[in-house]
């Protein structure tokens, strides 16, 4: 691990293990900074909800919705972070 954390790191480096680059991968459509960003927005909403480190995933309220068929009672963010490569 690296050095101990601190609340004013603006920067910070750490080694990803093979299932951690995939879920980030998978958070941003193959770009791992952009999955970072969407890990962190899906993390705010949980908060939001009253999730807490230490609770149980399970009180999570996930629906089953697959990519090409979402459903929008179970939005995690109601807006979509706009694609920079795109705008």
């Known amino acids: 691990m690296g050095r101990p954390s601190n609340p004013a790191t603006k920067y910070f480096q750490r080694t990803l293990t093979n299932p951690q680059?995939?879920?980030l991968l998978a958070a941003?459509?193959?770009n791992l900074c952009?999955?970072?960003e969407n890990v962190l927005d899906l993390y705010s909403e949980a908060h939001n909800q009253g999730f807490r480190p230490g609770m149980e995933l399970s009180i999570l309220n996930i629906g089953h919705a697959t990519t090409n068929s979402p459903d929008p009672s179970q939005s995690v963010r109601e807006s979509v972070?706009?694609?920079r490569e795109n705008v």
């Open 81 to 83: 972070r706009v694609d």
């Open 34 to 36: 952009r999955g970072f």
């Open 28 to 30: 941003g459509k193959g």
């Open 21 to 23: 680059r995939m879920i």
